[in-house]
């Protein structure tokens, strides 16, 4: 009867085994959904960390971009999210889609701004969650300039918390070089609504840019290369800014732009793999391994 009893036993084991949903050696891309909240709470607690401990918030906010939308700042964190969350194994959390608009744009129709004092303690808050979640690698790709102080400032304060590692990207700043290897354009900082903003735009949904509002009005007319230092303007004198005078103009050449997105993606997504590989090679040292 013992020996039954035993046997029993490690039947219903394996049976109760074999039942249980398994995400060992899973990646995101086996799974039904790679965005967070198309999960049940349920789910979710068994595959963070079991098949991944990483994730992407894209955030950004809502302004004038000349003719691109007003959405431009949240069109492109998402698509990149989107483009990069296979081969980062992340989930993409839910976006963020209110920032800290410029002031210089901010009376436009459309634009709308959160005070950078309380976008701090809200991407604070939004953080805090994602780590009590499960996600020990945190990948914040940025769209807007606006941000990126407060953001800094509530990641710094959660690694120091909860030692929770923390990566953000503002596309605009990073890998120069990939202007030049698609549009054969000289390599700088983006600026603001131009040729390299509107790509990453079009890579996405070719309609988000007004064609017939950017020939109508003028090329010169909807952008300007910026001011001497020392002068200051409210509202500034264009929505869109070129990154030097006789630069920047918009390109509607839609293969150039899917190219560009894709290329800066992949950048955003190699950088974050390398980080987490020196982090979790930093981890395992603390442990003394």
């Known amino acids: ?45 068994q595959i963070v960390p ?18 691109c939308a007003i959405g431009t700042d949240n069109v492109i964190p998402l698509n ?12 993409i959390a839910p976006a963020v889609n209110h920032g800290v608009t410029g002031a210089s744009i901010s009376q436009f129709p459309g634009s709308i701004t959160i005070r950078p004092e309380i976008f701090e303690d809200y991407i604070y808050d939004v953080l805090k969650d994602l780590v009590r979640t499960g996600f020990r690698n945190i990948l914040i790709v940025n769209g807007h300039g606006g941000n990126t102080d407060p953001v800094k400032k509530a990641m710094s304060r959660l690694h120091q918390e909860t030692a929770a590692h923390f990566m953000i990207v503002d596309w605009w ?4 070089n990939i202007v030049n290897e ?7 900082q983006s600026g603001h609504g131009d040729m390299e903003e509107a790509a990453l735009v079009m890579g996405f949904n070719p309609d ?41 103009y ?38 003394g391994k």
């Open 1 to 45: 009867m013992k020996k039954f009893s035993t046997l029993f036993i490690l039947v219903l084991a394996l049976i109760l085994v074999l039942a249980a949903p398994s995400f060992a050696q899973k990646r995101i891309k086996d799974l039904k959904f790679h965005n967070m909240q198309d999960y049940a709470w349920m789910r979710l607690a």
């Open 182 to 188: 698609v549009y054969g354009a000289k390599a700088q």
């Open 250 to 287: 918009l390109n509607f050449d839609l293969a150039k732009a899917k190219a560009y997105a894709q290329k800066k993606a992949d950048f955003i997504a190699d950088t974050f793999l390398e980080a987490v590989k020196r982090w979790e090679m930093m981890e395992s040292w603390k442990k």
């Open 208 to 248: 988000l840019i007004d064609k017939e509002m950017y020939e109508k009005l003028g090329k010169d007319n909807v952008s300007r290369a910026g001011t001497d230092a020392g002068v200051a303007m409210m509202p500034a004198w264009a929505t869109s800014r070129l990154p030097e005078t006789g630069a920047g």
């Open 173 to 176: 700043t990073v890998a120069f």
């Open 80 to 91: 990149t999210a989107e483009l990069i969350w296979d081969k980062c194994n992340a989930l």
């Open 50 to 67: 079991a098949v991944t401990d990483r994730v992407i918030l894209p955030i950004g906010t809502v302004e004038s971009h000349g003719v």
